[in-house]
């Protein structure tokens, strides 16, 4: 079976070869700078990178351009207050970002460019579109009239007919219930940062940097645009309605949309108390592979239920496939090869492949990489598995590996597993109790040889890494 995803603009699932045959054009829209980016977030960036991994896999060339978002309503309210230029001001949050995505193994994609530094292409695009009339200027901001687009809301599937016509919203962010002519172009606001423009003084709206900078160096119809679901509306509708407008032509053939992460099945928030940036997670002494096993574990298009316990899990199962690869690497085997299990390990492949083919089905692929190592493990206990199998497993799991991308231990010290910390932790805290404070001293020591700190608080016992 081919290739295929889902496309939210056809609501089916479809067969994908990009348009030229060989190289995917996609853009995916990045982050917005303005703080350390969260696990929702990282859950987004980290189903795109599991999707151009596998399309590398499938033979295809990559050009895959993100965008940060450098400026917005936000960015411009956290400067101001911090008394920072916006580029003071995100130039911080940029570099934890690509910090962040490299511990989690996000492959770069092949071009990233910043809003701030393409305001003439956005303004080009908003002229062709005022050319066109399908804009209105009201108090020296530019809007997108929405009636004069007919298809709007095909991306969305969403009906909006009965609109008032000429009510508008400024705000980037809104709902389909709100849903009007939307801004392209606002009027500069004293204290704001702003452009001097052949548009006027002002800043640009958030959607149209996305299409400006998609179609400056994808071209006007690109093979995938991707963002979590989030961004569907209006976020994307804006951006199909601003480019198809200007150019007359389809805007993204494919659009891939990750579901959102919940934690303990909530909807992640600061007041709610379950806001976990990556940070967050190594101050509690997680590995980024667990991160990155856990949030690649679940196909993109269910929801993700984050837990302290699921990443606890995802440790142990990483652990298992470094003890395999480990087995394979170092065990003296029988000489010859063993037909069954040969037959065993292409069929492992062919099962993951297929798996991922099928709308990039993480969780199949895992159960079939999984089954085989159960299997491959028992018939090496029972002296079936001969040296002659070796290669074909190794590489197996290095195909696995150049999606997953966790086998490799990052620079955290991994000569301790959790449960082995968390074995001597427990120890302490009885060895404490016994009023045995030498034994007690000796474990917080040997933790600290492998980086642990050991706090008492309030609350008992907790670890970090240093
Ligand atoms: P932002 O930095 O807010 O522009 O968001 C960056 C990306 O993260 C976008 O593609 C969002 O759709 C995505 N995103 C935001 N919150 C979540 C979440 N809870 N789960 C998954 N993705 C999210
Ligand atoms: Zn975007």
Not at 52 to 71: E, K
Not at 183 to 205: I, N, S
């Amino acid at each position: 079976m081919a290739l295929r995803f889902y496309n939210t603009l056809s609501q089916q699932v479809e067969n994908f070869t990009p348009l030229d045959g060989k190289t995917v054009r996609m853009y995916t829209c990045g982050p917005t700078v303005w703080n350390y980016v969260h696990i929702g977030n990282l859950r987004t960036f980290t189903s795109q990178d599991i999707l151009r991994r596998w399309l590398q896999y499938r033979g295809y060339q990559m050009m895959h351009v993100m965008n940060i978002t450098d400026v917005d309503d936000r960015i411009i309210q956290q400067s101001a207050a911090a008394g920072k230029s916006i580029y003071e001001y995100t130039a911080e949050y940029e570099k934890a970002f690509f910090e962040d995505a490299s511990k989690v193994r996000l492959q770069r994609p092949e071009k990233i460019c910043r809003a701030t530094e393409h305001i003439e292409d956005m303004v080009r695009l908003i002229q062709t579109l005022e050319k066109q009339g399908f804009t209105y200027s009201s108090e020296g901001s530019i809007y997108f009239r929405i009636s004069s687009f007919p298809e709007y809301g095909k991306l969305a599937h969403l009906h909006f007919e009965g609109l008032k016509a000429g009510a508008r919203v400024d705000s980037d962010k809104y709902d389909k219930d709100n849903a009007r002519d939307f801004v392209l172009w606002k009027a500069r606001k004293e204290g704001e940062h702003f452009w001097e423009t052949p548009l006027g003084p002002g800043r640009p709206g958030w959607h149209i940097e996305c299409s400006a900078m998609a179609m400056r160096y994808l071209g006007e119809t690109l093979d995938i645009h991707a963002g979590g679901v989030d961004l569907i509306f209006p976020h994307h509708e804006n951006e199909v309605a601003q480019s198809e407008a200007a150019t007359g032509k389809p805007f993204a053939r494919f659009w891939i949309h990750t579901e959102h992460l919940m934690v303990e099945s909530q909807t992640m928030s600061k007041s709610a108390g379950n806001f976990y940036t990556l940070r967050d997670l190594f101050d509690r002494g997680f590995s980024p592979e667990s991160v990155r096993y856990l949030l690649a574990q679940v196909p993109y298009r269910k929801q993700l239920n984050f837990t302290l316990e699921g990443l606890k899990a995802a440790a142990t199962a990483i652990e298992r496939l470094r003890n395999y690869e480990l087995r394979l690497k170092t065990t003296k085997f029988a000489e010859g090869k063993n037909v069954k299990i040969e037959e065993r390990t292409a069929q492992a492949l062919k099962s993951f492949e297929e798996a991922m083919d099928d709308d990039l089905n993480t969780a199949e692929a895992l159960g079939a990489t999984f089954e085989y190592v159960r299997e491959t493990n028992t018939a090496m206990d029972t002296g079936e598995f001969l040296a002659g199998n070796v290669p074909a497993a190794l590489d197996f799991l290095a195909k696995f590996d150049s999606i997953f991308a966790v086998l490799e231990p990052s620079t955290v010290d991994q000569t301790i597993s959790l449960a082995e910390i968390e074995a001597l932790i427990a120890e302490r805290t009885q060895a404490k109790k016994a009023r045995n404070f030498q034994r007690a001293d000796e474990i917080r020591q040997r933790l600290l040889e492998h980086g642990i700190v050991v706090e008492d608080t309030k609350e008992g016992v907790r670890w970090k890494r240093k």
